[in-house]
C-alpha cells in the first residue's frame, strides 16, 4: 500500500511566532485525526525551520525544507545545504517547485545534482514537475513531464526511489484558483507511473507517492484523492490556514 502524504508548502509566508502558531493550531486540530498509512507535512521558509522542527515535535506533524543547494559547502552566497538540513532535524527537501523552475531558472540538470545529493545525505526529496498552460493548450503536456521526469530522475538506480515522492503540479493551475479535474489528475497521475514502470519496474512504479499540486481545497479534495494513482496533496494557500489544511487531510 503506498503512503498517502498531505504536504503543506508555506513559501514566502509567517514569521518565526506565525510559523509556530501555525504548527501548534495545527497540532490540535489534528490530534485525534486517525492518519493510517498519512504522512502530514509542513515546509516553512528556511530561518523557521530549527523552530518549527521543535514546534512539531511529539505530534504527526513532519517539517521540511523548501529547497536546497546540491553543494556541501563553498562560495555559493545564500544557499543552505543538506548537512545543514540534517543538523536541524530536517530530512526531506522540496526539489524544483515550478516557482523555483520559473523565477530561479532551475534547469533539470541542476535538479538532477541536488536529487543526488539527497540520496548521498540519505535524505528524502519531494520532486515537483508540471507542464505550463502552452504546454497543454498544444497538447504537449505529457511529452513536457515525460523529460522532466527523465532528465530530473532516471539517472537513480531502481532502490534509490524509497526516498523519492513525486509531486505532480500543472503550473497552469498553481494559485491561479484553476484546478485541474480529478479526470485530469488521474490521467497524468497514470501516465507517470507508466513511465516510471517502463524504466525501472512495476514494482518502484507501485510504490511511489504521486501527489498532485495545483490549488487543492476543501471542497475539491476529497474527489482527487479518490482517484487510484493520485497520493495526496501538494498544498499551497490551503495550508497557511489551519481549517483548510485540517480539512484537505480529512479528505484522504
Known amino acids: 500500500m503506498r503512503t ?11 514569521d518565526k511566532e506565525e510559523s509556530k502558531k501555525l504548527i501548534k493550531k495545527l497540532k490540535k486540530a489534528i490530534k485525534d485525526t486517525k492518519l493510517k498509512n498519512t504522512r502530514v507535512i509542513v515546509a516553512p521558509t528556511f530561518v523557521n525551520l530549527a523552530s518549527s522542527v521543535k514546534a512539531a515535535k511529539k505530534s504527526k506533524i513532519e517539517v521540511v525544507a523548501q529547497n536546497m543547494h546540491q553543494a556541501s559547502n563553498g562560495a555559493f552566497t545564500g544557499e543552505v545545504s543538506a548537512d545543514m538540513l540534517k543538523a536541524i532535524g530536517v530530512e ?9 523552475r520559473t523565477y530561479f531558472n532551475e534547469t533539470d540538470a541542476a535538479l538532477a545534482e541536488k536529487v543526488t545529493t539527497v540520496l548521498e545525505k540519505g535524505m528524502e526529496a519531494i520532486f515537483c514537475f508540471g507542464e505550463l498552460l502552452e504546454d497543454r493548450k498544444s497538447e504537449n503536456h505529457f511529452a513536457v513531464v515525460e523529460s522532466q521526469l527523465k532528465n530530473g530522475l532516471f539517472h537513480i538506480e531502481a532502490k534509490d526511489w524509497k526516498n523519492i515522492i513525486l509531486a505532480y503540479e500543472p503550473v497552469w493551475a498553481i494559485g491561479t484558483g484553476e484546478t485541474a479535474s480529478p479526470e485530469q489528475a488521474q490521467e497524468m497521475h497514470a501516465f507517470i507511473r507508466g513511465i516510471i514502470e517502463k524504466q525501472y519496474d512495476k514494482k518502484v512504479a507501485d510504490k511511489v507517492s504521486i501527489l498532485y499540486g495545483g490549488s487543492v481545497k476543501p471542497a475539491n479534495a476529497e474527489e482527487i ?4 494513482d493520485v497520493d495526496g496533496g501538494l498544498i499551497g494557500g490551503a495550508a497557511l490556514k489551519v481549517e483548510d489544511f485540517t480539512g484537505i487531510i480529512n479528505a484522504i
Open 4 to 14: 498517502k502524504i498531505v504536504a503543506g508548502n508555506w513559501k514566502l509566508n509567517n
Open 92 to 100: 526531506t527537501v522540496i526539489l524544483g517547485h515550478s516557482e523555483r
Open 225 to 228: 484523492f479518490s482517484k487510484p
